[in-house]
């Protein structure tokens, strides 16, 4: 299983980026696929999760400003941020989930820095 993520980067309060993870050698339709993130000195923490049946879920922080969504023909996964504000700067994690298996993947992360 492998999952690659892209998109992150540096920009200004109250910018936006889409974060992208594409996704290989698992049942993609099948996964619950995730985001998270982890700030320096914090824990990694859950940003928003989609199932394969595209319920979400996200954190109270992003609400309403972020958007998880899925692409089962690419086997893709976008999370779509606006609003960034300095407290969101975090290494943000791909996840896939295997309800099946119980077992879950992560990909290297993608670093996202909001600052002035």
């Known amino acids: 299983v492998q999952l690659v993520e892209s998109g992150g980067g540096l920009v200004q309060p109250g910018g936006s980026l889409r974060l992208s993870c594409a996704a290989s050698g698992i049942l993609f339709k099948n996964a619950r696929m995730g985001w998270y993130r982890q700030a320096p000195g914090k824990q990694r923490e859950l940003v928003a999760t989609i199932t394969s049946v595209s319920s979400t879920n996200y954190a109270d922080s992003v609400k309403g400003r972020f958007t998880i969504s899925r692409d089962n023909a690419k086997n893709t996964v976008t999370l779509q941020m606006n609003g960034l504000a300095p407290e969101d700067t975090a290494v943000y994690y791909c996840?896939?989930?295997?309800?099946?298996?119980?077992?879950?993947?992560w990909g290297q992360g993608t670093q996202v820095i909001v600052s002035p």
């Open positions: 996840n896939a989930f295997r309800p099946l298996f119980q077992d879950d993947y």
